[in-house]
């Protein structure tokens, strides 16, 4: 695919995307069809899209788009991986709710007699009867699984910033 030289910005807030052979993408704007020479817009045009979109600025929008990219997968990826949480040898997604549900039952579990126990679906249909040091010992886990996987995104993050490579799928906890 070629290399974007600008990108114009139509009346209606949409963006076209001329091309190093000052074909235009997109088409069905003005009724000119995808590959329309951009010679055929007006001259006034034609010098306003010059004059905004220089070379410059171009490469600036398009290293900005990259790094947006960039972050929204290193952010799908640690989001992912935050669900990818397991406690007493069962999978247990780490979803706000299941996070909210561990921190209700320890303040309610420590206000009951020592020993008190509670039966807890820790998988789909598979309970486990849990005191209030295993639910602390999970809460603490949850909390150390999420923290890892925060401190992997900065990473990955600050590596993306600095134009380092990096692995999107290394350093996740799991």
Same mark, same amino acid.
């Given at each position: 695919?070629?290399?974007?030289?600008r990108v114009e910005m139509l009346p209606d807030g949409e963006a076209s995307v001329v091309y190093d052979a000052d074909v235009i993408h997109g088409g069905d704007r003005d009724n000119r069809p995808p590959g329309s020479d $951009? &010679? @055929?817009l007006p001259a006034d045009m034609q010098a306003q899209i010059s004059a905004v979109w220089t070379p410059d600025v171009v490469a600036s929008?398009? %290293?900005?788009? *990259?790094? &947006?990219? *960039?972050?929204?997968a $290193?952010? *799908?990826?640690? @989001?992912q991986a935050i669900l990818a949480f397991s406690f007493a040898g069962h999978p247990v997604p780490l979803t706000d709710k299941t996070q909210q549900d561990v921190g209700n039952a320890v303040q309610a579990l420590?206000?009951?007699?020592a020993g008190t126990t509670v %039966?807890?679906? $820790?998988?789909d249909g598979v309970y486990i009867d849990m005191d209030l040091a295993t639910l602390q010992a999970m809460g603490d886990a949850a909390f150390a699984h999420i923290q890892a996987c925060f401190a992997n995104s900065k990473a990955l993050t600050a590596s993306q910033a600095a134009g380092s490579p990096y692995d999107l799928e290394s350093g996740w906890p799991t």
């Open positions: 695919m070629a290399t974007p030289l $951009i &010679s @055929d929008y398009q %290293a900005a788009t *990259a790094r &947006s990219e *960039a972050l929204a $290193i952010q *799908a990826r640690r @989001d420590a206000r009951q007699p %039966a807890w679906e $820790i998988a």
